[in-house]
């Protein structure tokens, strides 16, 4: 059983990382990469940080539906910014000033 249990959460961390992966590589290119040059890490550290916040802070359909639409050439900022805006201020907040 210990061996089902790992094989299913590194199976959900490889789905989890692949998302965030993509997500990143969109923030790199969007506007937010200006917000983020002001972060500790710096832009692609904190590209990172905001798409695994969103990828563990939204519900999955939405960021199913988010990962589809970027692919088909939809533009980071404006799917993003259709989010809540308090979960995206949580997630700017923790990736910027995070130590």
Same mark, same amino acid.
């Given at each position: 059983?210990? =061996?089902?249990? +790992? $094989?299913?959460?590194? /199976?959900?961390?490889? !789905?989890?990382?692949?998302?965030? #992966?993509? !997500?990143?590589?969109?923030?790199?290119?969007?506007?937010?990469?200006?917000?983020?040059?002001? /972060?500790?890490?710096?832009? /692609?550290?904190?590209?990172?940080?905001?798409? +695994? #916040? $969103?990828?563990?802070?939204?519900?999955?359909?939405? =960021?199913?539906?988010? $990962?589809?639409?970027?692919?088909?050439?939809?533009?980071?900022?404006?799917?993003?910014?259709? !989010?809540?805006?308090?979960?995206?201020? +949580?997630? !700017?907040?923790?990736?910027?000033?995070?130590?």
């Amino acid at each position: 059983m210990e =061996v089902l249990a +790992r $094989i299913a959460i590194g /199976a959900a961390k490889g !789905l989890e990382d692949g998302k965030v #992966q993509k !997500l990143s590589k969109a923030c790199g290119a969007s506007f937010l990469v200006m917000v983020f040059s002001f /972060a500790k890490d710096g832009p /692609a550290q904190a590209c990172e940080c905001f798409s +695994r #916040q $969103i990828v563990r802070g939204e519900p999955s359909n939405v =960021v199913s539906d988010l $990962i589809t639409k970027i692919d088909a050439g939809g533009d980071f900022d404006e799917l993003t910014d259709k !989010l809540p805006h308090e979960n995206l201020e +949580r997630y !700017l907040e923790s990736c910027i000033s995070a130590p």
